[in-house]
């Protein structure tokens, strides 16, 4: 009788999901070889998307096509099913799951059997109750948000340029960022200089004209980097004439209006919405334990609490940090500690097939940088802070370094050389949006912005 091989299935392909898999690739090489092990991937994407690149892909300087790296390639000796999982009966060991077949087969969620789960589906952006803001908002989690909010700025400009009404023309070039986290700030920094260069090559649009406006409901921003580096990020950012607001929240965007908690009140075609994440709905449909914020409860074995043969890692779970000083803290939802507890877990995983001890994850936060723009950023790395020049030199060197495989590493850094030696790209590619629209009309349709 043939033995099945042991499966172990990978819910999600971000950091935690691509790299625990490519590390289980490697730790159980022998067994994949021999039909004793299988890995099944399921993520929505074919790809990882590289966060930390997605600010410089919306400012032109890194292509989006290699912001992301493909799943299907890196993971070579793995199966890859493009699908969401709904549901997981870890009692059973079942995990239920739609791909994009699901719809034309008519035949419902497929199921899965499984050994060992991994459970890396990341977050989604959290959004509030504001009213207006899922109609005209925005979020920057995505590359196709990213190249989308860039396409959007440059025809933003485009219109404010072709307009002879004033109020088209300042809702147009008014572009509101809420919150002050990585995400906001680097997004709102890589554009805001994307479009000051880009203002050079319009006759009628400057600079000066365009409002930008960062809305912080804390009294800080970039908390990673420190408080000193965090004011001196508010100083750049309002030496550039952004407009930072501490302290103040965005209560409505309803008709193209961005209302703010001081009465401010910003007529607005651009809304992009960055104030935190939470965990993937997938979570709560599943039976296991999660904490108070609805992260798995997990060990520093990155095992899940109270059960076995379950594991998880980066946003989606709770990890007790063992380096800090005091009980019940936990390991940040961060790049820097997915990749790393990534590696722990594919070790434990492969450890744990082979009957060999468990390792506790440990890790010291070594620190934090960002970039503001082309040449200007902020970092507080092993104690030591740096701005300018030196700080958003290390962030693309640190950045570079993390990057998943030599190819990806090869085409990011040969796209900085270009455009270092050319001029940045301004063109606007709104149209792949609707890469149907033209055909439709010469059909006989309609647009879709006479449809909309």
């Known amino acids: 009788m043939v033995k099945e091989p042991v499966r172990i299935l990978v819910v999600g392909g971000g950091y935690v999901g691509m790299y625990t898999a490519l590390r289980l690739q490697r730790k159980l090489k022998p067994e994949l070889k021999r039909g004793e092990a299988e890995i099944v991937v399921v993520t929505p994407d074919p790809y990882m998307t590289y966060q930390p690149f997605l600010p410089e892909a919306a400012a032109g300087s890194i292509s989006p096509r ?81 190249i989308g909010l860039r396409n959007h700025v440059i025809e933003q400009m485009d219109i404010a340029s072709s307009t002879r009404d004033p109020a088209v023309r300042d809702a147009a070039l008014t572009f509101v960022f809420v919150g002050g986290g990585y995400a906001g700030v680097e997004a709102l920094g890589e554009l805001e200089d994307m479009a000051r260069y880009a203002s050079r090559y319009y006759h009628n649009v400057k600079a000066e004209d365009m409002k930008w406006i960062l809305v912080e409901a804390s009294g800080r921003i970039l908390p990673e980097v420190g408080e000193e580096m965090g004011k001196y990020t508010v100083r750049e950012l309002r030496r550039r004439n952004i407009d930072v607001r501490l302290e103040t929240r965005l209560d409505s965007c309803e008709d193209r209006v961005a209302v703010l908690s001081d009465g401010s009140r910003f007529p607005t075609r651009t809304v992009v919405w960055t104030a935190g994440v939470k965990p993937h709905p997938v979570l709560a449909a599943t039976d296991l334990p999660l904490n108070e914020r609805g992260r798995l409860d997990c060990t520093a074995r990155l095992t899940v609490k109270g059960t076995t043969h379950a594991w998880g890692a980066g946003d989606a779970a709770a990890v007790p940090d063992v380096t800090a000083e005091g009980p019940g803290k936990e390991c940040a939802p961060n790049a820097q500690h997915a990749v790393r507890q990534a590696r722990t877990l594919g070790d434990n995983i492969a450890a744990s097939l082979r009957e060999q001890p468990l390792k506790e994850y440990t890790h010291k936060y070594v620190g934090s940088v960002a970039s503001l723009g082309l040449h200007k950023g902020v970092a507080h790395v092993y104690g030591r802070k740096l701005k300018g020049y030196p700080a958003w030199f290390m962030h693309r060197v640190y950045h570079l370094s993390r990057v998943p495989t030599v190819n ?45």
Not at 66 to 81: A, F, G, K, N, S
Not at 84 to 99: G, I, L, P, Q, Y
Not at 116 to 142: D, H
Request: net charge negative.
């Open 66 to 146: 290699h912001v992301v790296v493909p799943l299907r390639r890196v993971l070579d000796r793995c199966r890859i099913v493009i699908g969401e999982v709904e549901a997981v009966d870890h009692a059973k060991r079942t995990a239920s799951f739609t791909t994009l077949a699901t719809a034309d087969e008519g035949s419902g969620p497929v199921e899965i059997t499984y050994d060992e789960i991994v459970l890396a589906p990341g977050s989604i952006s959290r959004t509030l109750p504001v009213p207006g803001l899922a109609e005209y908002g925005v979020g920057f989690k995505t590359v196709e948000e990213a």
């Open 408 to 452: 990806r590493k090869s085409r990011v850094l040969a796209e900085w050389t270009l455009s270092g030696l050319f001029k940045r790209e301004i063109v606007s590619l709104g149209s792949l949006e609707h890469p149907r629209a033209e055909f439709e009309l010469a059909a006989g349709g309609r647009s879709p912005k006479e449809s909309s």
